[in-house]
């Protein structure tokens, strides 16, 4: 997510150039639990690019139906607005005024209908300046225009949080019957000080609760959900505990990969499922995270690994389930119960973006996984089959019967783009109304988006 600019300080640029170093030295991938695509033509997608020059980065990707006409919609946030490609002839059109030179760059965009005119309010984050811990990030609320539907203008600020990364509405309010919040994650801690981010504040988890529908523009709630973990990158609010809402939020950050869940008493609990990667530097822990299930049930969380790192990476939930770590502020007697780390793939330039989603209809959800840049040389010396980069692929979960008549999870790698988009953010959606999910990607490096329909053949389930 970090775009150089003249004002990076010495550390930062150093830190980069390890960084790549570090994912530059790459083993062999045969160990990990991937194989390699048996035949080619298992998953098909239709590319299109409905746009090839967004703008100077596309930041963010989200789905909402702008002009309440039955179909899904597809916006985009870049460095200075946000658009829409209405479906299904994917129609551009500009949604909200140029953000000021002041507030440049728009980082994050968040949809919801919250006034119930079938019409989506927008959140839109801007301002993001990474390395300046104590200004910027502003977060703005917009509703359309009545006489021009898409129109939308900002209605009001729902405060300033330096460094802000992510943002995501969920049903995660106290309660049986909660209400949906605005769940926020900042980068660093304010105040926060390079080059481990360790030693500073830690990043705030915050959850803001809107006013009733009449009220949008007046000042939000705002809930501490953690304030525990440092470099947090990003966030899934998914019902993990698959009990219904509250739903639960999960993290990637410096320290591992987290849980928050909320007791019937409205607090937050913080649990560790898994370890990040730890044993690499500068760049430690985990970035991207979903969310995601087998046709049994099995739970799987993604995430990329280290920071923006070169790992793809599956954590399986163990037997007998986590232990449930104590509220924040106290002391937890035993630690917690990680969940089983598979590494499914290495080798990877900048992963940036991850989605779950059954594509072919076999109940298992496959990993969409998106990478930034073009393969290093080292990594594609190992993995001469592998992608040149950036690309879009897809990881297939498939049962591999061992000897002793237990079973392997293996991952079978599809390679959908080579080349077409350097993935900065992605999705996965029914686009084209066939009730089949496809993907879309926004570029930095390429500057487009790109739609990819989603023509795999049916299935059987295992």
Known sequence: MFRPYAGHPVWFVFAVIVSLVVWDRVMSLAAFGRQETPNPSAFAFEGRVIDPEVGKVCYALTIANVNNDQHSDLLALTEESLYVYLAPAWTKARLIDPIPPERRDGVCVAARDLDGDGRPELVVGSGWRPFDTTFGGWLELYRSDAS?????????????????????????????????????????????????????????????TPPPPDRLADPWTRELLDASLHVVHNLAVVDFLNDGPPYDVLLAARQGVFVLTRTA?????????????????????????????????????????PFHGDQVVIYTEPRPTMKITPPLGETADEPPTLWNRAVIDRGRAWGHGLWFADLDGDGDEELVFGQRDPTPQAARATDPNGPRGPAVMVFDPQRERLANGSSELVWTRHLVDDGGVAVEDLLVHDLDGDGKPDLAAGGRATRNVKIYLNRTPPRQTP
Do not use: C, N
Request: glycine content about 14%.
């Open 265 to 305: 008493d409205g607090k937050w609990i913080r649990t560790q499922i898994g370890s990040g990667s730890q044993d690499t530097t500068p760049a430690k822990g985990a970035s991207e995270i979903k969310l995601g299930r087998l046709a049994d049930g099995t739970r799987m969380v993604a995430t990329v690994e």
């Open 148 to 208: 021009e539907p898409l129109r939308y203008r900002k209605i009001a600020e729902l405060g300033q949080f330096p460094t802000l990364h992510r943002i995501r509405f969920g049903p995660t309010g106290i309660g049986p019957d909660p209400v949906v919040q605005l769940v926020i994650t900042p980068i660093f801690g304010v105040g926060g000080k390079g080059p481990d981010w360790e030693t500073g504040p830690a990043s705030r988890i915050e959850a803001l």
